[in-house]
Structures are given as C-alpha cells and as structure tokens.
C-alpha cells in the first residue's frame, strides 16, 4: 500500500524546490487541487505536488538546449 502526505502550499515548495508563488500559480490555473475538507491552510497531496513539478520539467517552454 502507498501512503500520501498532506503538506501545506509552504511545505510542497519546499519539497519540489520552487518558489511557493509557483504553488498558488498551479493552484490557480487549476493544475493542483487542495484536498477537500483540508481547511486552511489548504493542503495538498505530496504525490499531486510532485506530478505537477514532473510535468513543468518536461514541458518545450522549460527544456534545457
């Protein structure tokens, strides 16, 4: 069995090593949801943090070379 942690917008930053304004930016295009019932602050599932980070690393605009 997989067990996820919840972490805060602060937490999952520093987790994925971005600025915790790139969290709220995913937060609100809608590529990362709070957990429902999280209350504030919100909270995320680790994984979702780490999904969204993967995708932003394979994106053309963020390529190296």
Do not use: N
């Amino acid at each position: 069995m997989i067990y996820d942690v919840k972490v805060t917008a602060t937490e999952a930053a520093a987790q994925v090593g971005v600025d915790r304004d790139t969290i709220d930016t995913w937060k609100r295009r809608g590529y990362l949801k709070p957990i429902p019932g999280s209350g504030r602050p919100a909270k995320f599932w680790l994984s979702e943090v780490f999904r969204c980070e993967a995708a932003r690393r394979v994106h053309p605009k963020h390529r190296q070379g």
